[in-house]
C-alpha cells in the first residue's frame, strides 16, 4: 500500500514541478493519474485542490502519424502521448494542462507540453535575499526549464554560496525569537568568518530547530549534502536532481524563516499589549487603594 502511495505522490510531484523533458523513470505503466492536484489557482489567489477532468483529461489521446493512430505502448522514438488537464476545485476559471510522453520500451516518462508554463518566477519572499545573485537563480532556472541539470547545478550552487551569510542571519534571527539559543549563535557567527559554505551548511544543520524542521526532514542536512556532492561526476539527470533539490530547500528555509519571523514579530506584539493593559489595571487598583 506504501509504495502505491509513494507511486501516486510520485507522479503529483512529476506533474506538478517537474520542467519540460525531465525524465521520470517508471515500473510498470501508470495506468492511474491523479484524480487531484495541489497547485496555487491564479483566480482565488490560494493553494487549492485541482480536480483532473473525468472524460477528456484522463483519458490516452488518441494521436494520429501519417500511418494511422498511435498504439499503446510506444517506443522510445515513438512514444504515446497523454493529455491531462485539471481545474481549480473552488472557482473552475484556472486550469492546468499537461501533454506527457511515455516511451515504454525505455520506462521514461516525460511532458513535452505544459500550459500555464513551467514558471521562471523568483518566489517573492527570495526576491529580497538574492540581490544582484537574482541574475544567476533566474538562470538556474532558465536551465531546470530545459532539463539541462549541469547549468542548472553550477548556477544554484554559486547562488547558496554566494547568499549562505543572509541564510544563517536569518537563522540566528529565528534562534534569538525562540530563545536558547546563544550558544549556536555564536557558533554560527564564528562560521560566518570563513569562506566555506559546506561548513556552513553543516553547522546550521546541527543547529536548526525544531519549527524549521517539518517531519523531522532538515533542509540544511539536504543543502550540505547537495553541496558537498562533486557534480563533475554526475550526469545531466542526477544534476537536475541536485538542482531540484537545492531550490525546493533553499525556498522552503527563505519563506519558513520569514514566517516565523513574522509570526513571532506579530505575537510579541500582541503579548505586549497585553502585558501593558495588565499593568494599567494594576496600577489603577493601586491607585484606587492607596
Ligand atoms: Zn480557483
Known amino acids: ?44 489567489g490560494a493553494e487549492r485542490t485541482f480536480d483532473g477532468e473525468e472524460d477528456k483529461g484522463l483519458a490516452y489521446m488518441n494521436v494520429r502519424t501519417p500511418t494511422g493512430p498511435l498504439r ?30 511515455i516511451s515504454y520500451g525505455s520506462k521514461v516518462l516525460r511532458k513535452v507540453g505544459q500550459v500555464p508554463p513551467w514558471s521562471l518566477a523568483v518566489p517573492p519572499a527570495l526576491d529580497k535575499l538574492l540581490g544582484p545573485d537574482k541574475t544567476y537563480y533566474r538562470r538556474a532556472l532558465t536551465c531546470m526549464s530545459q532539463s539541462y541539470g549541469l547549468g542548472a547545478c553550477a548556477y544554484f550552487r554559486r547562488v547558496i554560496e554566494n547568499t549562505m551569510d543572509d541564510v544563517l542571519d536569518r537563522l540566528k534571527a529565528v534562534l534569538e525569537q525562540e530563545g536558547g539559543g546563544e550558544g549556536a549563535i555564536k557558533r554560527l557567527e564564528e562560521v560566518q568568518k570563513s569562506k566555506n559554505a559546506v561548513e556552513k551548511a553543516r553547522l546550521a544543520a546541527e543547529v536548526c530547530p525544531p519549527s524549521l524542521r517539518p517531519g523531522g526532514f532538515n533542509a540544511f542536512v539536504i543543502l550540505h549534502d547537495e553541496l558537498s556532492r562533486g557534480i563533475h561526476t554526475l550526469d545531466e539527470e542526477q544534476c537536475m536532481e541536485t538542482a531540484s533539490s537545492m531550490k525546493t530547500c533553499l525556498e522552503y528555509l527563505i519563506r519558513r524563516m520569514a514566517e516565523r519571523q513574522q509570526e513571532g514579530t506579530e505575537f510579541q506584539a500582541a503579548a505586549k ?4 493593559r495588565r499593568s494599567k489595571r494594576k496600577a489603577g487598583k493601586k491607585g484606587r487603594e492607596a
Do not use: N
Not at 2 to 26: C, G, H, I, M, N
Open 1 to 44: 500500500m506504501a509504495d502505491k502511495a509513494d507511486k501516486a505522490e510520485e507522479l503529483s510531484t512529476f506533474l506538478v514541478s517537474y520542467p519540460l523533458y525531465r525524465r521520470l523513470t517508471f515500473e510498470g505503466i501508470p495506468v492511474r493519474w491523479p484524480d487531484m492536484l495541489q497547485l496555487r489557482c491564479e483566480h482565488c
Open 72 to 101: 499503446a505502448g510506444g517506443t522510445d522514438s515513438l512514444p504515446t502521448l497523454v493529455y491531462l488537464k485539471y481545474v481549480c476545485h473552488v472557482c473552475a476559471l484556472d486550469s492546468r494542462s499537461y501533454f506527457l510522453a
Open 273 to 276: 499589549q497585553i502585558m501593558d
